[in-house]
């Protein structure tokens, strides 16, 4: 389907036909274009292309068979100064391509031009040293999900594919590190009985590695370095390259869908594997430089937005209809749920570089009922000129919230004023999202992400510490806003080690708990590690991979994990849809029983004061959530000693029981507590109680006729 505005693109691509296959490119500006196909025997044979109508070029070929291996050469001027680099001894990609057999060899003739001379053409084939673009046929989607669940039911599960099954001693050996591996029974079972809803993939378009990182003797291990947009990452596949990858990913999101997980991709439009113009040209450089990137006033030099030399020209008609076409692909033909869009704000720039919210691609998105239910994530920056875009992307985008990630370890570290901040990133963060068509379900509430520390690493470490990278410690984000508690590193010490594991607890129980989408990392529920590495995306190593060898400690604290986000999804109060106004709770039957959707408790008074709000030095915040039903106050404390409290009186409850906390067992009392009780509030922990609430006016008012005058706390 095309929408309304978009050029058609049908013919691009290699499609099976009866009498073989048909191949169509577009390269606007080219002077010829051979298609090449290369036999068993790795011989070429070239095939010149007709050009016609756009830019598009096409060839049919009869006798030509799913797993033919293919590719293009394309002729035009070079002539960098017009972003015109184009070199017939370069064999390239389709942009199209289904699937990418081989990798890159960085000692060929990778580049399009004389080493240490970006404007003198190289005539050397690179045959040989690029990888090639495989036939596919066309095979059903997977299964569908059972339900797809709307975003205040969804926890979002990132995880890299490969590095969750390398280790898992339940997954055959052959079987671990690939779709296949991940698909495996052991995996599923793991992620139902966690309660995650959606796993979220570090990238699986096809990649490659950077240069650099391959003369290290490292590779690409995260996937940010797209090769191919429609090509599932060969090397994840179980047995083979040709084509198999797609049957293998598919497999992999019927056996995830049937047990009702959906299947998130994260995706890198914002640039390619290529890199700069110094870089190698693999696909898109040699089919129309000026065409598929973003160029300098001077067009000699990419306009790079996104920190990895070039940034996708989605500007251009043609190259933002191969992204969608890319996006309904993974989702008509690929069976997935929903993307996360890496480096978002590059994918809505105009012809001039500058931001626009209102860009086409986001309103092709939203007319495109393919893409109905479709889960839209964003990481709302990148590099370039007002790139950070926060609370900008509107209806039907959920964004990465940094500032809940910041304030958030801020906090459990002791670095915040009060807790005024903390209270806004708990509700939602209205300050950035609660405008009109928004709701808290637009903040994507994280900790930890891929990049970065792990969770345990957060609370064991003061500084990165990243020279296995092999760049002198110089790479990787020195603001981690961490805490080693003590120690750097791993320590014997059972004190630290306790706390730290409390503080890993804190940090979960804060974005389960908090109004939005809550977003784990993988393993960072049973303490996984890298050593105080912050930027492992080099390292195909143990140092990334996930051990399941998890101690007794930790195995509690997944446990525990596993225990709130069971009774997040188990109340509909906890997982808010619309941000909390102050507003009356009604009863069934329209009474009004006195108490609020939302509210701030200081532990002793009831509601938060003026003055409590603007006490520096408060560490202690309790939040309170109630419908009709049911209600629930939540209390925090960062603070280094215990603090004590009161438990507030109607119209916030009548009695109070401990369902959750990350302290000691020892340190809070077992049993219905009524209002009124005091308590002393742990030490850096968090405690969650389930407050009986009356239902009724009748049952409000006789409970009131109960209650000693001193304990009652009406609304303020």
Same mark, same amino acid.
């Given at each position: 389907m095309t929408t309304r505005d978009e050029p058609d693109t049908s013919a691009l691509g290699a499609r099976l036909t009866p009498e073989g296959a048909a191949f169509g490119l577009w390269a606007p500006r080219a002077t010829a274009v051979d298609l090449v196909l290369i036999d068993a025997l790795n011989e070429q044979t070239r095939l010149p292309m007709t050009g016609g109508q756009a830019g598009i070029w096409t060839v049919e070929v009869p006798g030509i068979s799913a797993g033919q291996l293919y590719g293009f050469r394309v002729d035009g001027p070079w002539d960098p100064s017009s972003g015109s680099r184009f070199n017939p001894a370069r064999l390239l990609l389709d942009p199209y391509a289904r699937a990418i057999a081989g990798g890159v060899d960085f000692r060929g003739p990778i580049l399009d031009h004389v080493a240490g001379d970006p404007y003198t053409r190289n005539e050397a084939d690179s045959f040989g040293a690029v990888p090639l673009s495989v036939v596919v046929s066309e095979t059903p989607p997977p299964t569908p999900v059972k339900r797809r669940r709307p975003m205040s039911e969804t926890i979002l599960y990132e995880t890299h594919l490969a590095g969750f099954t390398k280790r898992h001693p339940g997954v055959p050996d052959h079987l671990r590190g690939s779709y296949l591996g991940m698909a495996d029974p052991a995996v599923i079972d793991y992620l139902l009985e966690l309660g995650v809803t959606a796993v979220e993939f570090l990238p699986l378009h096809h990649f490659v590695s950077e240069p650099f990182i391959a003369e290290k003797g490292l590779r690409n291990y995260w996937g940010y370095n797209t090769l191919g947009f429609f090509a599932p990452h060969a090397f994840y596949a179980s047995l083979g390259t040709v084509g198999n990858q797609v049957s293998d990913f598919k497999y992999m999101v019927s056996k995830l869908h049937e047990a009702g997980l959906e299947v998130i991709l994260d995706v890198v439009y914002n640039h390619t594997g290529e890199g700069g113009h110094e870089g190698p040209t693999l696909s898109m450089r040699g089919i129309d430089h000026d065409a598929y990137y973003r160029?300098?006033?001077? =067009?000699?030099? &990419?306009?790079?937005?996104? !920190?990895? !030399?070039?940034?996708?020209?989605?500007?251009?008609? $043609?190259?933002?209809? /191969?992204?969608?076409?890319?996006?309904?692909?993974?989702?008509?033909? $690929?069976?997935?749920? %929903?993307?996360?869009?890496?480096? @978002?704000?590059?994918?809505?720039?105009?012809?001039?570089?500058?931001? &626009?919210?209102?860009?086409?691609?986001?309103r092709l998105v939203a007319e495109d009922p393919t893409f109905d239910g479709i889960k839209m994530i964003v990481e709302p920056w990148d590099i370039g000129p007002y790139g950070y875009q926060v609370g900008a992307f509107g209806h039907g985008w959920h964004e990465w919230n940094d500032r809940f990630r910041d304030h958030v370890r801020d906090y459990w570290r002791g670095s915040v004023h009060g807790v005024q901040e903390l209270a806004t990133r708990l509700a939602g963060s209205p300050d950035i999202f609660d405008q009109p068509g928004r709701s808290p379900q637009s903040s994507i509430n994280f900790v930890t992400a891929h990049?970065?520390?792990?969770?345990?690493? /957060?609370?064991?470490?003061?500084?990165?510490?990243? /020279?296995? +990278?092999?760049?002198? +410690?110089?790479?990787?984000? &020195?603001?981690?806003?961490? #805490? +080693?508690? %003590? #120690?750097?590193?791993?320590?014997? &010490?059972? *004190?630290?080690?306790?706390? =730290?594991?409390?503080?890993?607890?804190?940090?979960?129980?804060?974005?389960?708990? @908090?109004?939005?989408?809550? $977003?784990?990392?993988?393993?960072?529920?049973?303490?996984?590690?890298?050593?105080?590495?912050? +930027?492992?995306?080099?390292?195909?190593?143990?140092? *990334? #991979?996930?051990? #399941?060898?998890?101690?007794?400690?930790?195995?509690?604290?997944?446990? =525990?994990? @596993?225990?709130?986000?069971?009774?997040?999804? !188990?109340? %509909?109060? /906890?997982?808010?849809?619309?941000?909390g106004y102050h507003t009356e709770v009604l009863s069934e039957h329209g009474e009004n029983l006195q108490r609020v959707d939302f509210a701030w408790l200081d532990g002793h008074y009831g509601v938060m004061t003026d003055q409590a709000w603007h006490d520096g030095a408060r560490r202690l915040l309790g939040m309170y959530v109630s419908d009709a039903a049911e209600a629930f106050v939540t209390w925090f404390n960062s603070a280094a000693n215990p603090v004590p409290l009161v438990l507030p009186g109607l119209p916030w409850g009548y009695a109070f029981e401990v369902v959750w906390h990350s302290a000691d067992d020892t340190e809070l009392p077992e049993g219905v507590l009524p209002s009124g009780s005091e308590l002393t509030m742990p030490a850096r922990s968090v405690v969650m109680m389930r407050a009986k609430v009356p239902t009724s006016a009748a049952e409000l008012l006789a409970l009131h006729a109960e209650e000693e005058p001193s304990s009652i706390n009406l609304l303020s």
């Open positions: 160029l300098t006033n001077d =067009r000699r030099n &990419d306009y790079d937005v996104t !920190g990895c !030399g070039n940034s996708v020209n989605t500007a251009h008609p $043609m190259v933002l209809k /191969l992204v969608l076409d890319s996006m309904r692909y993974w989702v008509r033909e $690929m069976g997935v749920d %929903g993307f996360r869009f890496d480096l @978002a704000t590059t994918l809505v720039r105009d012809e001039h570089h500058r931001v &626009d919210q209102s860009h086409p691609f986001k990049d970065g520390f792990t969770l345990r690493d /957060l609370v064991s470490y003061d500084v990165k510490h990243n /020279l296995d +990278n092999g760049e002198a +410690n110089r790479d990787g984000n &020195d603001n981690n806003r961490s #805490w +080693n508690h %003590g #120690w750097e590193g791993e320590t014997d &010490d059972p *004190s630290i080690n306790a706390l =730290r594991r409390r503080q890993v607890l804190n940090f979960h129980a804060t974005q389960i708990l @908090a109004a939005g989408i809550p $977003m784990l990392t993988a393993g960072d529920e049973f303490g996984r590690t890298q050593k105080g590495n912050n +930027n492992a995306y080099c390292q195909d190593a143990p140092i *990334s #991979w996930v051990d #399941w060898d998890i101690p007794p400690e930790w195995e509690d604290v997944r446990k =525990r994990v @596993a225990d709130l986000i069971a009774l997040r999804q !188990g109340h %509909g109060v /906890l997982r808010p849809t619309d941000f």
